[in-house]
């Protein structure tokens, strides 16, 4: 008889409550349901404290500082949950580039963009950047290029200006090979840490990341793609030099 008083106490409080809650002004609930949480939070961690359920104290506590610092930013509670908040906070990663070489040529691409960008090594425009050069002066560039230089001239070019093959008339020869892009390995030899760079990894990445790192330079850089024929056949050869190191 006792339980069923107290449950219709209970029954008839929180009826009330509701009744209070559907009238008060949102501005005046939104702290009380905050600060409420927040100490049910505290009084969580401290409950799971005492019975050792150690490994749910520091998520419960950092929740119920965080609240209380959304209600007092200037106070101790903000400077917790500050400090909380930091803690639990996912530092940005840095940008992940692969980098091909040639005798002449450094290349990059920036993996979250798919940006091309590149810059001469070598000769008389050593350091200029190819985004300063004019589409003719690239073509032009093209004369005095190496296969190598030359496979990855082109694939600048045809991220920039796609069109410029249809423009090219006489050009085969020209740096001792031909316009279309077909450029060689160069002897097909590549350091491991070059193939690092290739696919953008640090030294020692895990297998599950070359793959990773392979799979998404092919779906940037495949010909299918509007990439190049020699972009991709150097990912494919840098996957396989850094797996063969890996046995």
Known sequence: MISLIAGV??????????????????????PILFRSLAY???????????????????????VGIMLLGRLDPGGVGGALGGMFGGM???RPQPPQVSRVRSPILEMEL??????????VTAGPHAGRALESFSVPELLELRRVCDPQSLALLEAYLDRRAP???EHVEGDQGAGGVG?????????????????????GLEP????????????????????????????????NQAKEVILRKHG
Do not use: C, N
């Open 204 to 235: 020692g990445a895990d297998t599950a990341s070359i793959r990773a790192a392979h799979r998404s330079l092919m779906k940037k850089l495949h010909p299918d793609h509007g990439g190049s024929s020699y972009l991709a056949a150097r990912i």
């Open 40 to 62: 049910a939070a505290l009084l969580g961690a401290a409950g799971a404290l005492a019975t050792g359920r150690y490994a749910a104290v520091v998520p419960l506590a950092a």
């Open 9 to 30: 106490a209970l029954l008839a409080l929180g009826l009330y409550g509701l009744k209070l809650w559907t009238k008060a002004d949102p501005k005046v609930l939104v």
């Open 179 to 199: 316009g279309s892009g077909g450029a060689t390995l160069g002897g097909g030899t590549m350091t491991e840490q070059e193939a690092y760079q290739i696919l």
């Open 163 to 165: 069109a410029w093959r």
């Open 88 to 90: 639990f906070r996912t």
């Open 110 to 119: 920036d993996h979250g963009s798919g940006t091309l960008s590149g810059q």
